[in-house]
């Protein structure tokens, strides 16, 4: 029987290893799935790979897997990042989902002059990534971080990251990173409101900072961060 159901887990991966499942895991796999002793499951842990294991134990508080056989090395996606101004709760958990699925290394949430909202739930944006990654075969959690302010994280940033920054002053434009080298980048993406003027005025200002255009029509921000890691992906990521 192959085994379809995807869990990341905070244990080692290897042959022969014993894995204990959660509470939450157990009822997802014995109460929601009604996989039962002897079923298969496929493990990872952001280390190890992907392992397909055996239920040795299904309680309703808890289980055993044991792993068999390794089904897919580390994947660790391209070093890139997706910064992003939050927006409604809905479109923000799409961001965080699609990111994953799209080979983001690592989510930073920003808080830009004209973001609406001014906290956020890290914990479920996490739990979002988690899943994603779960269902997309990845075997790599991209780590989501707390909101941060845009201006405090520009001042700490490393120079060495470039940043791509899609600026919709300048939809219309062609857009391409023909020439663009490769290395460490983050993507940035703002809010409904757009990036304010002074925002502007400084991200036009950094030498590392290379504004792109996405295309002839304004996107909303969900579909901005889907066409930039797409963009940059196909030009200069893992889909090559
Ligand atoms: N309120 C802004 C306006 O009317 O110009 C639009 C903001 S847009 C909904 C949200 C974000 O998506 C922008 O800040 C930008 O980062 C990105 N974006 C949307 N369309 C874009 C385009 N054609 N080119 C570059 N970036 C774009």
Redesign the pocket.
Known sequence: MTAKIRLCVDHPLGTGQSVPLTEAQAHYLFGVMRLGAEGQVLLFNGRDGEWRARIAQAGKRGGLAECEEQTAPQRMPPDLWLVFAPVKKARTDFIVEKAVELGAARILPVQTDFTNSERIRQDRLQAHALEAAEQCGATHVPVVEDLAQLDKLLARWDEGRRILW???S??GAAATLAGAAPGPWAIL???????SPSERARLSGLSHVTP????P?????DT?ACAALTLWQAALGDWT
Do not use: N
């Open positions: 899609a600026d919709e300048r939809a993406v703002g809010p409904e409101g757009g990036f792109i255009s996405l295309g029509r304004i996107l909303r921000a901005a």
